[in-house]
Structures are given as C-alpha cells and as structure tokens.
C-alpha cells in the first residue's frame, strides 16, 4: 500500500514538472525575442530535437515506414498546426507582449478545443462548458485591455496578445485532431517524423528571412527549447496520462499562468498587476466551469 501510493505521488509530480518546464519556455521565447528571428528559434529549436531524437529513432522508424507512410497526411497536418503554426506564431507574439500575457493566454487551450471539437468532432458543448468559455473569454479581454475595455479599440496596442490567442487556436486543432484520427504508432516516433515535417516547413520561410547565427546572448536559450520543452516534457506528461489519467493530468495545464507569472517576475522584471489577478482568476474559473459534465440525470432531458 505505502509502495502503491509513493508511485502515485510521484506520478502527480510529473505533470507539475511538464508544466513548469513548458511556462520556463514561454520565459525563454520572451527572452530571446531580442536577439534572434522568430523564424530562426523556431527551426533551431526543432532541429535541436530531431538531432537529439535521431539516433535513437531512426532505425525504429525504418521498420515502421509502411505504418508511416499510411498516416503520411496526417502527420504532415499535426505538424503544421502543433509545431508551426502554434510556436511560430508565439514567438512572433514574444516581440509584442508580455511573458505573463502569453502564459495566462495559453491556458485558453482547453476553450478553444471544446468550440474545435464542436466543429470537427460534432461534440456539442453543454452548457457548463458555454458559460465556462464565455467567462473566460471575458476574462481574456480584461487581461488583453489591462482592465480597460475602451483600449481595446486600440488594436495596435494588443499586437502580441492578438497573435499569442491565433497561435492556442490552431493548437486547439492539434489536439482536437489528435482526438480525432487516434493513430496506432508509438508516441515517439510520431513526434519525431512531426518534427521532421517541420523542419520541411521551415524551409520557405529561411529563403525569404534568412536564418539568424547561433550566438553566445542565444545558444542557451536555443538549446533549452530543443530538449526540454520538445522532449523532456512532452515524455513526462504521457507518462503522466498513463499513471494518473488524461483527466486529472489535463487540470495541472492551468498552474500554467501561475508559473509563467513567478517566472517572468523575477527573471525578466515583469510586473504583476490587479489586472493580471482578476483577469487569470476570471479565466481559470470558467476553464474549470467548462470541464464540469452534467448528472446522467440532466443528460436525458
């Protein structure tokens, strides 16, 4: 029993760990927004982890080419809206917004992905998950306004928050797909021939911006997105699903904020403001209200 329930507390702590690890890289892409191209972190970073990965997937990939050749479309797709379109467009809105900003946004994913599902899956939201958006969606706006709504006729102004709230979007798709095909090929290598179609997607975008030298001020921070955020966490929250359940692993998505917050406050001097407070605190209450299912009972009527 003692052995049981020490598995089980370390379970809960890896996708606290996944987290914190991901909102260090929302940190991060703020951080090298001074001194490297979106374009460039974004295709380093990947190249990073397919370096990484590859020595240790290729040959399982090879004896899996006809699996893969199967799903070819569907890898190419996950890759474009969970690797692409998603990071690529934060860390274009990492040089107009705060780090803090983009954390809070980021946990609109589960929002975004009950509306995705509605359109994809044909899953029709009940009404806990249509407050639960509203209310966050409210919430969202008083963050993006910074308590003000008239400034939100001031588009100019909320650049970085606009683009930060298109890059969760496509990323709800990314989920939402994922939901929706349920390929059977291991975890792994999935992730690691996504990477491999990012890298080819990279391509056009390096022709016309040209790609940024690695350099002291960014060789850490390049490094840090290719192993840890892509790999190490990504492990660590399927290990959490397998222990605990994708559920209960789903709500520690929303310490999120939280973590990116503390982060930026005391790395890059961000402050944290009422707004900040109210706003999170108006979003993550509808996020949870959005979960909540109905009684069998309120089912059948």
């Known amino acids: 029993m003692n052995i049981k329930a020490q598995a089980q507390w370390w379970a809960f702590c890896l996708p606290v760990i996944a987290v914190l690890i991901w909102s260090m890289n929302i940190a991060v892409t703020r951080y090298v927004a ?18 990484i990965l590859t020595p240790f997937m290729f040959v399982k990939v ?18 474009a809206f969970g690797m692409v379109l998603y990071q690529g467009l934060a860390y274009s809105a990492s040089h107009y917004t705060t ?37 966050s969606f409210i919430g969202l706006l008083y963050v993006m306004a910074q308590g003000n709504f008239a400034s939100l006729l001031q588009l100019g102004g909320h650049w970085g928050d606009i683009v930060m709230v298109f890059a969760v979007f496509f990323y709800a798709f990314y989920g939402v797909f ?22 080819v997607y990279h391509l056009p975008f390096i022709l016309w911006f040209g790609l940024d030298p690695i350099t002291p001020e ?18 660590l929250w399927m290990m959490a699903v397998q222990y605990i359940g994708p559920n209960r692993t789903s709500i520690f998505m929303n310490l999120m904020p939280v973590f990116t917050a503390i982060i930026a406050y005391f790395w890059l ?8 407070t109210i706003g999170g605190v108006i979003i993550l209450s509808g996020i949870v209200l959005a979960q909540k299912k109905l009684k069998p009972a309120s089912l059948s009527q």
């Open 99 to 135: 780090a803090t900003n983009m954390g809070i946004i980021n946990a609109f994913i589960p929002v975004f992905t009950i509306f995705v599902s509605m359109a994809i899956l044909k899953e029709i939201p009940n009404r806990f998950a249509v407050i639960g958006s509203l209310l």
């Open 34 to 51: 001074d001194y490297i191209s979106p374009v460039s972190i974004s295709f380093y970073r990947w190249f990073v982890a397919f370096i």
């Open 178 to 199: 994922l939901k929706k095909w349920q390929l059977q090929i291991p975890l792994l290598i999935s992730l690691y021939i996504q990477i491999g179609f990012t890298l």
């Open 62 to 79: 090879w004896k899996q080419r006809h699996l893969i050749r199967q799903h070819f479309t569907q890898f190419a797709v996950l890759s």
């Open 218 to 235: 960014n060789a850490a921070s390049v490094f840090y997105a290719g192993a840890f955020p892509s790999l190490v966490a990504p492990l």
């Open 269 to 276: 001097k961000e402050a944290w403001t009422i707004y900040h």
